[in-house]
């Protein structure tokens, strides 16, 4: 399964863009990149997915860079309920199974 | 969306007695349906990927006897933690395949406790 590495954590201004990078540089060709968020104590909420094109959707916004060595996942406007951990995964459609990293912990601040 | 429900979302049970754990897919038939295990402050760890109808796969060291999954339905899995110890407290979480481009919902997670 490709691996994924993210930064433990990053802070955000309420308003601001969220910005939470990802890579992957493993992945494979029929590899998805998803992304889903855990807020304390509840399940992951599934956020965005793509293959190789930008994605977008109202939630967020998924940029894989054309290598697809790595992604951006952008929240535009980021609230204190966006406050959660941020999961980054490859799905790997042959083993029909995708593997959780540690994820990107991130604090909107008022 | 895609709705998973769990049940019951938290139990406490005493050293060596077991417990079920209910995953559903309520408004989606998933053929495919995953168990995960979570320790305070750690990321989900798969445990076993149940398909309908067949034999779950478990992940290496995941005890199959002990943790004893049914897949019956399309919609419905069940997760039986037996002869349950305290080191197996932890935060169980299923997850349903909708399809592909492959989408997992996640169940809201189930809290186990055990005494």
């Known amino acids: 399964d490709a691996k994924t590495t993210q930064p433990p954590s990053m802070d955000c201004a309420e308003g601001r863009a969220a910005n939470l990078p990802c890579n992957h540089s493993?992945?494979?060709?029929?590899?998805?990149v998803y992304w889903y968020r855990q807020i304390h104590s509840q399940g992951p909420q599934y956020i965005i997915h793509?293959?190789?094109n930008n994605e977008t959707n109202e939630m967020a916004s998924l940029i894989i860079t054309e290598d697809r060595k790595s992604s951006t996942l952008i929240l535009p406007h980021a609230t204190l309920r966006d406050t959660a951990v941020y999961y980054c995964?490859?799905?790997?459609?042959?083993?029909?199974?995708?593997?959780f990293g540690d994820g990107t912990t991130l604090t909107v601040k008022p | 969306g895609a709705v998973v429900s769990q049940h019951p979302s938290w139990v406490i049970c005493k050293s060596g007695t077991s417990v079920k754990i209910e995953c559903r897919s309520l408004?989606?038939?998933?053929?495919?349906m995953f168990w995960y295990r979570q320790f305070p402050k750690q990321s989900l760890m798969l445990m076993a990927t149940?398909?309908?109808?067949?034999?779950?796969?478990?992940e290496q060291g995941v005890e199959k006897d002990k943790f004893l999954i049914n897949h019956a339905s399309l919609t419905l899995s069940t997760l039986t933690v037996t002869s349950a110890h305290p080191e197996d407290s932890s935060f169980y979480i299923c997850?349903?395949?909708?399809?592909?481009?492959?989408?997992?919902?996640f169940g809201p997670g189930t809290r186990l406790t055990v005494t």
């Open positions: 149940s398909n309908e109808g067949s034999k779950a796969t478990y």
């Open positions: 408004d989606f038939q998933a053929t495919t």
């Open positions: 493993t992945i494979s060709g029929n590899e998805y």
């Open positions: 995964i490859v799905f790997n459609t042959n083993a029909g199974k995708s593997t």
């Open positions: 997850s349903a395949g909708a399809g592909g481009p492959y989408e997992q919902y």
């Open positions: 793509g293959l190789k």
